[in-house]
């Protein structure tokens, strides 16, 4: 019968598609926006990171690096703190992404120090030698702030006269940065998640000659972007002086340095490797 | 012949001739993007570095080459199904200037960087704006002709273009709500679990509307009239159709698997996603069920090869969605490049196979003469075929593999593989598919080369008629 009938037809068609879309469309506005889910920390953008988001999303990072973090051993421990409804509330649009060709993004914040960024984001080779992300030299250009205002309006963000002000002489990549620093640290993720050295103290690989190949490959991998591929240093200190007890080297490394930009090994490499980095490091002291 | 039934058949040309245009620079851009992930000094930064250009490539090949020659098709299909000349041809021209305008304004947009990250509706608001008056006026042409139809009976393929027509409206009118600032930036009208939620509601759907509905209306009906058989069951196609339409709009949260948005949400998405094998298995049962008698066709018949390796590859692609649907097997392999290969083996295997068979099949009857080589239609079935399955396969290994090392651990529970760790061992992946693009252009280059020759040689076999 439908078979003659087009204009039913096609309202019936309608109709079957809409049940689906209440269901797990609309109503979930309901169960996403609960109160109860709010989180009191997170805030809205400042002009300054709300300009480096629209810089995000108009380079197309969002093709190569996702936002969040799933509650999964892999995800946690690589990336940090899983992601929370609450965090996201202030994000028109969202930017969870699709595909992970670079790492995930969502707790980046506070995980390297400003220098770290400027550079990486000119020159991602120069710091991470095989990594494919584009070079973003460009971005070293004056910020266009004057639409800063109107979109700080239209998402009902709080500013001041002061902010907007602030915004002069600021590059693209200053706000850029600024982005990638507030990103998933509204939530005090990292002081909850640092880790507490225990157990024996005792470098099991004292002088053991054996383990500095692999400790310098460890080293080219991972630290050599900071502090220099001779250890004399770069973004972060030098190292190749130091003279601080294998426990104290193991401990910056482990648990890492979080006001001063040290990342925390710990839980990507293990205690093993870490020991086996103290021991290249001290080995290389006064050479 | 066609003439005489006064269809308006020189607007399906000129889609078909866009169409092709825009599946060339979506294939082209595409194995541009996959030697970029290779080879990260092709980037020219600030217009054409990866980020910019992959929504560029998406945009060409689902909106360019789909629903560009879904619309060739659709009103080459309605007017033969209907017995009814096209309601209004002025209006369908209008249309194809305005298509073009849209996607090449697309491309431009995107290229300067404007753009509004939600996947496949990136387009800034005056673009959206122009694709929705595109897709008004389509679907009053098409619904009008039906409505003033000669044939009373609608066929199946009649109803998958009736659902596609306001799937489409719906889905998009609602995704792309925002709050504009400027001509050139808007924010989304929803917030961060919200958005996501609508945006994969309408991502999935646009899979459903653009990338599944179209090409089952264009393979019923180019199937039996490529076999010369009918379709095996109508009853088993309008079962499938209602379960298909209603299944589909529940599937969205399985691109969210383990995100915040809520858990039901996603569980109800698994579900309905592993139902809905059996409504898409239906059609390729019905595909397979008419060739009964007729499998000797797939030696003699080039159409029936591209169309039933075509329906194969959806029959593929409708098992391994479910799959990557199902939470323990998505914490695996979302994210890497195995999705990649699922998207490639749905847009280069099942529709773009079956948009080339209505090509071959069209073309020849539009231009009124013979296809210009068989030899090269065959050379050109193969290549595709061959470069579609290293592009997939590849990925597949890829995803496998990468999904593997991010997931293991240490003895004492950290993990084994740094991200780059991992990424490195991509590379020779990332070769192969960008070998494997490069013969599918290749087939791409021999499809267009027959089809100018067999269009011409049909404008100078019938010249000497007119005169
Ligand atoms: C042989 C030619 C092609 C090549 C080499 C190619 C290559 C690529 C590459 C490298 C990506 C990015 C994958 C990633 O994010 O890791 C991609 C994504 C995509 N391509 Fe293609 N492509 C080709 C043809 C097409 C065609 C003809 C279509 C559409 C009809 C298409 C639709 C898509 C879609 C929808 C995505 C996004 C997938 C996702 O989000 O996971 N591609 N393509
Ligand atoms: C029963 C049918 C299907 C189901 C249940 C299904 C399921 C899925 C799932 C779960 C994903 C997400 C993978 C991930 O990110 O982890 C996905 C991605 C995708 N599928 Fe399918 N699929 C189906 C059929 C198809 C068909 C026929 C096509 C046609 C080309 C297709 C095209 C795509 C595209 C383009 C994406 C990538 C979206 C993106 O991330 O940007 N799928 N599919």
Redesign the pocket.
């Known amino acids: 019968m439908l078979e003659k009938k087009p204009i039913i037809l096609l309202l019936l068609a309608t109709a079957v598609i809409l049940v689906g879309t209440i269901v797990t469309m609309v109503a979930p506005f309901k169960w996403i926006n609960d109160p109860k889910l709010q989180l009191a920390g997170v805030k809205p953008y400042t002009p300054l990171q709300l300009e480096g988001r629209d810089i995000y999303i108009r380079e197309g990072c969002n093709?190569?690096h996702t936002q969040t973090v799933r509650p999964l051993l892999a995800d946690v421990e690589r990336y940090g703190e899983y992601s929370k409804v609450g965090e996201f509330v202030h994000d028109q649009p969202f930017l969870w992404g699709?595909?992970r060709?670079g790492p995930d993004l969502a707790r980046i914040g506070g995980k390297y120090p400003n220098a770290w960024h400027y550079r990486h984001m000119e020159d991602p080779q120069s710091m991470v030698p095989r990594s494919n992300m584009p070079k973003y030299a460009f971005l070293k250009k004056q910020l266009d702030s004057r639409l800063t205002e109107k979109k700080m309006k239209a998402l009902g963000f709080p500013y001041t006269h002061a902010d907007l002000a602030a915004l002069q002489g600021k590059t693209e990549m200053d706000a850029m940065v600024a982005y990638m620093q507030k990103l998933g640290n509204d939530i005090p993720w990292r002081k909850a998640s640092q880790v507490t050295v225990t157990g024996d103290m005792k470098n099991p690989y004292q002088d053991d000659k054996t383990v500095i190949q692999e400790g310098k490959a460890l080293y080219d991998k991972e630290c050599a972007q900071c502090h220099g591929a001779d250890l004399k240093g770069g973004v972060g200190p030098a190292l190749a002086d130091i003279d601080k007890p294998d426990a104290e080297v193991f401990k910056s490394i482990y648990a890492g340095i979080e006001s001063g930009g040290m990342p925390a090994y710990g839980e990507s490499l293990g205690k093993d490797r870490v020991w086996k980095l103290t021991t290249f490091i001290k080995y290389h002291q006064g050479k | 012949m066609n003439q005489q039934e006064g269809y308006a058949d020189d607007v399906v040309k000129g889609f078909i001739t866009w169409s092709m245009v825009w599946?060339l620079v979506?294939?082209l851009v595409?194995?541009l993007?996959?030697l970029q992930?290779a080879w990260p000094q092709l980037n020219l930064p600030p217009y054409l570095t990866y980020g910019r250009l992959?929504p560029i490539?998406?945009n060409a090949?689902?909106f360019g080459?789909?629903i560009g020659s879904f619309m060739a098709f659709f009103f080459y299909i309605t007017q033969r199904l209907t017995r009814t000349p096209l309601w209004s041809p002025g209006l369908a021209r209008f249309q194809l200037y305005l298509f073009n305008v849209v996607i090449a304004l697309a491309a431009v947009t995107l290229a300067l960087g404007m753009n509004r990250s939600k996947?496949?509706a990136e387009l800034e608001w005056p673009v959206a704006l122009l694709v929705v008056v595109l897709w008004v006026i389509f679907a009053v042409n098409i619904i009008m002709t039906i409505v003033k139809r000669k044939e009373e009976q609608m066929y199946i393929s009649l109803w998958y273009i009736l659902a596609t027509l306001v799937g489409v409206a719906v889905l998009y009118l609602v995704n792309n709500a925002g709050i504009p600032v400027s001509l050139t930036k808007s924010y989304s009208a929803y917030a961060g679990a919200n958005d996501a939620n609508v945006q994969w509601w309408y991502g999935h759907n646009a899979v459903a509307m653009v990338?599944t509905t179209p090409p089952l209306a264009i393979f019923y009906y180019f199937l039996p009239k490529s076999t010369g058989v009918p379709i095996y069951s109508h009853r088993m196609g309008v079962i499938a159709f209602w379960s298909l339409i209603f299944m589909y709009l529940w599937t969205g949260a399985h691109h969210l698997l383990w995100t915040p948005v809520p858990d039901w949400v996603q569980t109800l998405a698994m579900a309905f996603s592993i139902m809905l094998i059996a409504p898409s298995w239906g059609a390729v049962f019905n595909g397979y069920f008419s060739m009964n008698g007729q499998w000797h066709q797939m030696r003699e018949n080039y159409l029936v090869k591209f169309l039933i390796f075509g329906i194969t590859f959806y029959g593929l692609q409708t098992l391994q969605g479910p799959s990557q649907a199902v939470r323990t097997f998505s914490a695996f392999i979302h994210y890497t490049?195995w999705?990649?290969g699922h998207?490639?083996m749905g847009?280069?295997g099942w529709?773009?196979l079956v948009l080339f068979a209505a090509i071959y099949y069209t073309v020849p009857r539009l231009y009124n003469t013979e296809i210009y080589s068989v030899k090269l239609v065959n050379l050109h079935f193969w290549l595709a075929v061959i470069?579609?399955l290293i592009?997939s396969i590849t990925m597949w290994i890829a995803g496998v593999q990468q999904a593997t090392m991010l997931h293991a651990t240490n003895p004492d529970g950290s993990l084994h593989y740094s991200f780059m760790e991992t990424l490195i061992e991509l590379y020779p992946y990332w070769h192969g598919?960008?070998l494997?693009?490069i013969i599918?252009?290749a087939s791409m280059v021999i499809f267009l080369y027959n089809i100018i020759k067999t269009a011409n040689g049909g404008r100078l076999a019938s010249a000497p008629e007119r005169a």
């Open positions: 093709n190569c699709s595909r060709t | 599946g979506a294939v595409g194995v993007v996959s992930l992959r490539h998406t090949g689902i080459w789909g996947e496949y990338l490049d999705v990649p998207v490639h847009t280069l529709v773009s470069g579609q592009f598919r960008a494997g693009g599918y252009l």
